[in-house]
């Protein structure tokens, strides 16, 4: 356990749908982020939040759309979503800046159909 | 931009004895923060080793070390007295100094088996 955590772990869902993934920390950290790790690709940053301020958006399709409403959370919220989306979503945080370790949930298996 | 490179997709090692994992990196910065993080089969990704681009020595954290060429934008991570619990996807990472935003910039991974 890293102290970070996520919901769901696992989500099947259709196109249409609309759904929301959730990651909390209990680090005290105030930094928090999201990544998207399909096979065989490196992993890709999505959204950076610092005091629950989003300070990095990188070319992110709109069908995501992230929340922080405190330091402590984060959400995602997913809408018309493609079938390439599928893929684990990870979530992680870290204290400061300056090359501060990050510390990373257990991920949500996302499947869309 | 930064990019990562690991070019050996899987790697198998027995038990107790040495591995070295590869990674090249290309970047401008003369500044930097490079990782290895360690992804066990569905468990959570937690760092392995970290080293500050400016410190000349290798960074080492009881069994694992790395060996940080600077000049050839080199780092390799070194297991030694492999054990069957590192048996795990191993990933090296770049983040720039400075700025607002820790971004990691991850490269492709290394699957490593450690046979018993």
């Known amino acids: 356990e890293t102290g970070v955590t996520q919901t769901p772990r696992h989500l099947v869902m259709g196109m249409t749908n609309k759904k929301s993934l959730k990651c909390e920390q209990h680090l005290g950290h105030n930094a928090m982020y999201w990544y998207k790790q399909s096979a065989k690709k490196p992993l890709e940053l999505m959204f950076v939040y610092n005091f629950k301020e989003q300070t990095e958006n990188n070319s992110v399709p709109s069908r995501f759309s992230p929340e922080c409403p405190n330091s402590s959370h984060l959400f995602l919220h997913l809408h018309t979503l493609q079938p390439e989306d599928s893929a684990l979503y990870l979530c992680?945080?870290?204290?400061?800046?300056?090359?501060?370790?990050?510390?990373f949930g257990p991920g949500t298996r996302l499947t869309v159909t | 931009a930064q990019t990562v490179t690991q070019s050996q997709p899987e790697m198998s090692v027995q038990e107790a004895e040495t591995v070295t994992l590869s990674c090249t990196y290309d970047t401008s910065e003369s500044n930097y923060y490079l990782f290895w993080y360690k992804q066990p089969p569905s468990r959570q990704m937690i760092l392995v080793i970290r080293?500050?681009?400016?410190?000349?020595q290798n960074a080492t954290e009881n069994r694992f070390s790395v060996n940080f060429q600077k000049a050839a934008k080199s780092f390799s991570l070194k297991i030694s007295d492999s054990q069957l619990g590192d048996t795990a996807m191993y990933f090296c990472a770049f983040m720039g100094y400075g700025g607002a935003t820790n971004k990691l910039i991850f490269g492709t991974g290394t699957l490593l088996a450690v046979q018993p």
């Open positions: 992680a945080s870290s204290l400061g800046a300056g090359g501060a370790e990050q510390y």
């Open positions: 080293q500050e681009a400016y410190k000349q």
